[in-house]
């Protein structure tokens, strides 16, 4: 039976290429694709993602070769990215601790929600979460999406993240213990070398934010802790870190070997590569 994967994306942009290097790895063995994003709204690429003359500030060249921006083209404009599952209409919303009847509400927001998860971890094998400026607004703090990671992490089961799809790692975590899922693992993302000073952009937003709103490093740095670590690789030319069940991905290079990885997770039980 042919593996299948749910990718998440964001309504505010995802990097071309970060989508189209694993949607490949899976395509090319026959794996089964499903797409969600935070209400169900179709998401879009960064139009920077898909133009060859677009010079990346931090590495002052171009990252994107005129064959990827074609096909980032072509994945955009298809039908596969239609009508995707809506996070906000599959797991339910944590209650206020101010609600008025704030016990009942929270058990019944447990059942509701272990039910929830419980189905998309039992339906798929693997998840993943598409880097990009995006995740800054609607991923990295979703507390939905905490709760699918926190499921797949303890179902075992493979969870890739690429670049500021990272963040949603270090931010998923049991209320109980407040302790990151990230804890005590090794991980890459996006280095603070590789940040913006001006210009970090989002889809459907005429806003300019300037550098992003978080260095992504030092929150993996410190999630990580002491028995962790993050590796950022600068310098080197891809950055990939296999810590079981964690795939994470630097930044667009390393988006076609991260599905790659991710396959040889799944099919030959790879836990451990590049640290």
């Not at 290097?21 to 998401?43: K, L, M, N, S």
């Not at 939905?144 to 089961?157: I, P, Y």
């Not at 690429?162 to 090794?186: I, M, N």
């Not at 459907?204 to 260095?215: C, I, K, S, T, W």
Request: contains cysteine; aromatic residues 10%; charged residues 25%.
């Amino acid at each position: 039976m042919s593996k299948r994967i749910l990718v998440v994306l964001s309504e505010f942009g995802y990097w071309g290429e970060e989508l189209v290097g694993p949607v490949e790895a899976f395509d090319a063995r026959g794996y089964r694709i499903t797409f969600a994003t935070p209400t169900g709204q179709r998401a879009q690429a960064l139009p920077p993602s898909y133009d060859p003359d677009y010079v990346d500030p931090p590495l002052g060249r171009s990252v994107t070769t005129r064959d990827m921006a074609r096909k980032v083209r072509e994945i955009d404009a298809s039908t596969r990215l239609d009508s995707p599952l809506s996070l906000q209409q599959l797991i339910p919303e944590r209650p206020y601790f101010s609600s008025l009847n704030h016990l009942r509400e929270l058990e019944e927001y447990h059942r509701l929600r272990d039910a929830a998860v419980g189905d998309l971890v039992a339906g798929f094998d693997a998840l993943v979460i598409v880097g990009g400026s995006g995740p800054i607004v609607d991923l990295a703090n979703n507390e939905r999406l905490h709760e699918v990671v926190l499921g797949f992490a303890a179902a075992d089961k493979p969870i890739l993240a690429e670049c500021y799809g990272v963040a949603v790692l270090a931010f998923a975590r049991d209320l109980e213990t407040r302790a990151s899922l990230l804890q005590g693992k090794h991980v890459t993302g996006h280095p603070k070398e590789y940040d913006y000073k001006d210009g970090t952009g989002f889809v459907g937003v005429d806003f300019n934010m300037g550098p992003p709103p978080y260095p992504l490093e030092y929150i993996l740095r410190d999630a990580t802790g002491p028995d962790g670590g993050f590796h950022g690789n600068v310098g080197k030319e891809t950055s990939v870190i296999v810590d079981h069940p964690f795939v994470t991905a630097r930044s667009t290079p390393d988006s076609a070997p991260s599905g790659e990885l991710l396959v040889r997770v799944l099919e030959n039980g790879l836990r451990r590569y590049g640290w």
